[in-house]
């Protein structure tokens, strides 16, 4: 089975440093995998997605992730975070069904605090 | 264009109540997909449709929970007798089949507290 695992539950960083998002998953082919952000009393907004192809995908709001099968990881990076990226961050896999859209199965997410 | 549309935003009630939400998806969106998030956890899927058929409720507790989309367009999810551990943020989110893959758009989510 598809599984997600997000080893930091609360990351800190200080406006304008750079900020990484670790994101492990398991799964037996060839996963698309997504990262959501969350901010509060929201719904989750697509940050950027992974299709096969290219291992770097750039994202909105200078977000990018970089794909590594020989580690099965999709890790998130930013070079100078902001305040306004004070939120929750969700890292998903998803398998492709053909052409329609399979279920998502999500991390636990990674808390994000951003201090001046 | 109209995003995804949750109500109410918001429930509060006593365990055995019942409690129904609703979600209506993006105009021409033929999937549809409810979720449960328990606070400071991941959503996990309940149930998803493509118009108004199950695809998958492998993850709904049916003695308690269901869902419907009869017309293939809005739908309910209905708990019939809430428990505490029920409390969590149940989010919607909706999607076309077309094209090579589906990107699944979420809802802002109905925030269900079971005292």
């Known amino acids: 089975a598809q599984s997600v695992t997000q080893p930091d539950a609360r990351v800190t960083v200080s406006e304008g440093a750079s900020l990484q998002l670790r994101c492990k998953y398991s799964y037996f082919g060839t996963p698309y995998l997504f990262w959501y952000v969350q901010y509060p009393r929201q719904g989750l907004q697509l940050l950027l997605k992974y299709y096969p192809g290219d291992p770097v995908v750039q994202g909105v709001n200078g977000f990018e992730a970089e794909f590594s099968k020989s580690n099965s990881s999709f890790h998130l990076r930013k070079a100078s975070v902001h305040w306004s990226d004070w939120a929750v961050y969700f890292c998903?896999?998803?398998?492709?069904?053909?052409?329609?859209?399979?279920?998502?199965?999500f991390g636990e997410g990674t808390q994000v605090t951003v201090i001046s | 264009e109209a995003g995804v549309t949750q109500s109410p935003r918001y429930a509060v009630l006593q365990e055995g109540q019942a409690v129904s939400f609703w979600c209506d998806p993006i105009s021409g969106h033929d999937t549809l997909y409810w979720y449960q998030q328990p606070r400071d956890q991941g959503p996990q899927l309940l149930v998803y449709?493509?118009?108004?058929?199950?695809?998958?409720n492998s993850q709904l507790p049916s003695d308690r929970f269901s869902a419907v989309r009869p017309k293939g367009t809005n739908s309910t999810l209905k708990i019939q007798s809430a428990k505490q551990g029920d409390t969590a943020t149940y989010l919607c989110?909706?999607?076309?089949?077309?094209?090579?893959?589906?990107?699944?758009?979420f809802g802002p989510g109905t925030r269900l507290t079971v005292l």
């Open positions: 449709f493509r118009d108004e058929a199950v695809i998958d």
């Open positions: 989110a909706s999607s076309f089949s077309g094209g090579y893959y589906a990107e699944q758009f």
């Open positions: 998903a896999v998803s398998m492709n069904t053909g052409g329609l859209s399979g279920k998502l199965t």
